[in-house]
Structure formats: C-alpha cells, structure tokens
C-alpha cells in the first residue's frame, strides 16, 4: 500500500505499519486505541485527479481506490456499493426553509444501507489476509452489510446482533447464509460478546471503530458526493451518529479531498443522535466528556450507548465548528414522513434522524437560509417496516362495492 504512510493512534498518537492483524494501539488498549489510517497524498496525485475520474467509467466507491487503504488492484468483493443518487430536493428544501438542499440516499446500495462502504473494504480486507471467517456485531446493517458483501465472495460470517435488530436486517442476515447470534442484551453487550469471538476463534474483525479500515470505506460518500456536485463543497453536511465512524469517515472523504488538492475549503459537520441515546451530543452541549447512556430510541442504527469511534466523531465536529443536534423518536417519525412525501425518498428511522436533525438546526438559526446543505439518509425504510408503519398509519380499508369507493373518495376529499 504506497499510498499509506503508517496507523495512528487517536488517543497517543504511537506509530504502527498497517500489517495484517493490526487493529488497534496496543498501548491504549482496544477501546481507546482507535487507530487513523495516514496517507501520502503526494503519491494518491500521481494516482487519481479530477480529470482521470471523468474518464474512469467505472461507477462505484471503488473509482476512489487510491484515497483508500487496500492492496492496488487487490481482490475485492462482487457487489456494486456507492454511486449512490444525490438529489437537489427542492421541494424539501422550501418546506424546510432553505435555498440549497441536496439528499445523499444511500439507502440505494446492495443491502441498502451506508454500511456496505465499509463492508466492502472490510471484505477485500479479508481477501487479501486470505480470511476464511469474517466476524462483526452490530445494531443490524453493519451486520447484513458484511454477510452480503462476504457472501459475494464466498468468505462465511458470524454475525452478532442485540435481539432489539428488527426483523427485516435479521432476515437478511439469514438469506445472506451468515451465523447469526441473536444476543439477548445491550449492542454494547453484543459489542464484548463477538470481541471475546474474535479473540478466541482469529477470524477478520470487521467491528466498528476496532477495524481502521472501515471509516475509510465510508469516507467515500463524501468524496462521491462532492464529485456529483462538480467538486463544489456544501456548506453543511448532516449525518445521523451512533458509533461515530459514519460522520468521521464522511469529514475524513472532505478532508483527504483538501489534502490531494481537488478543493479548497472544509464543509461544517453537524452530527444528530437520538435524544434517547446521546452520549456525544449530550457531552458536547454540557461540554464535558462523554458518557456512556442507555439505549432509549426507536432508531436502532443509532442506538449506541458506548459508541466505538467518539474521539474521530467528536473531532470531526470540533475541527470543521460543527455541531451537534438531538431529536426525539416523534421527531425522526415525522421527518420519515416529510422527506418521503416531498423528495420521495424513504429512509428508515436512523436515516430519517439525520432530516429530524437539520430541521431543527434551520428552525433555530443555526444553519442559514443562504447556506448549502447535504444531508445523508443512511438506510433503507424498508429495512425496518414495522415502525414505517408506526410513522404512516394504515391504509384506508374500502369495501369493494361503488358505495365503498365513494365513502373512501370522500375521506381523501373527493
Ligand atoms: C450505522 C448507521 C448510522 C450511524 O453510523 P455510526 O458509524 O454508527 O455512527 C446511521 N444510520 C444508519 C442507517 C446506520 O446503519
Ligand atoms: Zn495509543
């Protein structure tokens, strides 16, 4: 990897060669030892410009290779992640009170959630140590992301999820052949559980924040987006957070954009969590260090009470003066509903958080009419169909005879 310089630790800032079965400081200690992946941004010029991506006719995240931490020409997985539709949601932009407003969905992806960034780097990881197992645990899409992605391949996954994941992630953890265990707990007693895993059988971690990897996978969205609105930099770009590698990968694709030249100026990072389970947003409003909290929210991507990334998360807002923003499960619900009915895209509650989010931020002044704004919906509505239901209500139930139907008409207005 010519492009990678060396791992730094977040928390000492110690020095480690990116060798297989590295993954976190071993000063710190797998939880405060997150490690960043450093690049040499001379050599990825030599490697990728603005004008050898107008001709790289290749459309998915891995047109941006050289800006990510894999083997050059290495193995990858068989899915198509990324590309993902940006829209300029003007409709949504009106309601909301803004001038510019785009939607990144990246519900639109193999397994329908953001995570498959990730997944896939995690999978042609494995690939190159030649892995035969890949373990994660997960509140569900990191989850069914990995088992598809490894499942392309053929490489097995064992699979550790808090018995709250919805019915439709658990699904196609099944249909995508990994082990799954269902573990009766806490996502941070799902977390230890698969660690102890790990630990014991060596297969490929591919947990959150524990494996560097990933947010590098998951930088890509920005990256991607700022190539779909011709290398021009939004003001704002809003994430909805749980364990914090989403929105640090998503400043990090910024950041590595600034460094290889192709901008010159930084969005605003504006982090939401779920008021039920805030750890960074409730330390960063109180200013003090984070806390772990309980897991209260029906969003459950971002149900994160010991979220694994905070230092990256809490960093990437600090850096870029960002901010952070909670919303309540009324208001993801209604924003679920908002963003289907005037852009027509359909995010699940933890995608929708990050619309709930920017709201409220509007509303309150702190983002600008005049200012530009992307925000990401990170999962697929359809991944989590029964609190859909819970947000939109049922249909109306008419009988099938001509009285029926004007009965019907007449509730809709006709
Ligand atoms: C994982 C996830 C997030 C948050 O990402 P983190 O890296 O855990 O902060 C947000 N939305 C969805 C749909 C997710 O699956
Ligand atoms: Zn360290």
């Not at 891995?62 to 993902?84: C, H, I, N, T």
């Not at 995690?122 to 990995?146: D, F, H, Q, R």
């Not at 779909?228 to 930099?233: G, I, S, T």
């Not at 029906?298 to 003066?321: C, F, H, Q, T, Y």
């Amino acid at each position: 990897m010519k492009n990678v310089k060396y791992l730094e630790c977040v928390n000492c800032g110690k020095h480690y060669a990116p060798e297989k079965g590295r993954y976190t400081c071993d000063v710190c200690g797998p939880s405060l030892g997150i490690l960043d992946v450093i690049y040499d941004y001379e050599y990825i010029k030599t490697k990728v410009s603005k004008e050898s991506l107008k001709n790289n006719k290749n459309y998915d995240m891995w047109r941006y290779e050289p800006f990510m931490a894999v083997e050059e020409d290495g193995p990858k997985g068989k899915l198509r992640v990324g590309w993902s539709p940006l829209y300029k949601a003007d409709g949504l932009a009106k309601e909301i009170g803004l001038d510019t407003l785009y939607v990144k969905d990246d519900g639109i992806n193999p397994t329908s959630s953001l995570k498959d960034r990730a997944s896939a780097i995690a999978v042609a990881k494995a690939l190159e140590e030649k892995a035969e197992v890949i373990c994660c645990s997960s509140t569900g899409n990191a989850a069914s992301s990995t088992a598809g992605n490894a499942a392309s391949v053929g490489i097995k996954s064992v699979i550790f999820v808090p018995g709250r994941a919805p019915q439709g992630k658990v699904a196609q953890l099944k249909i995508f052949g990994a082990n799954v265990m269902s573990v009766q707990g806490s996502y941070e007693e799902t977390f230890k559980l698969s660690a102890e895993a790990i630990e014991k059988y060596g297969w490929y971690n591919r947990n959150a924040a524990v494996n560097p990897y990933c947010v590098e996978g998951k930088k890509t969205v920005s990256i991607e987006t700022c190539e779909q609105m011709n290398w021009e930099v939004p003001d704002w770009i809003v994430f909805s957070v749980g364990d914090g590698c989403t929105i640090a990968g998503a400043y990090k694709g910024y950041v590595d954009l600034y460094e290889a030249g192709f901008i010159d100026k930084l969005p605003r990072v504006a982090g939401i969590q779920a008021e039920g389970c805030a750890p960074l947003a409730h330390a960063w409003m109180e200013k003090r260090e984070w806390k772990p909290e309980e897991e209260n929210t029906l969003a459950d991507s971002i149900a994160v009470g010991v979220p694994r990334n905070a230092v990256k998360a809490l960093r990437a807002v600090e850096k870029s003066n960002g901010v952070w923003e909670t919303v309540t499960d009324e208001e993801i619900m209604d924003a679920m509903r908002f963003m289907g009915k005037h852009a027509g895209v359909f995010g699940e509650p933890a995608g929708s958080a990050g619309m709930a989010g920017l709201r409220k931020l509007v509303a309150k002044g702190v983002i600008k009419k005049h200012e530009s704004v992307v925000c990401a919906v990170t999962g697929n509505g359809l991944k989590d169909v029964v609190h859909a239901i819970e947000a939109a209500g049922e249909p109306i139930k008419v009988e099938p005879t001509s009285e029926g139907l004007a009965k019907a008409m007449k509730e809709i207005g006709y």
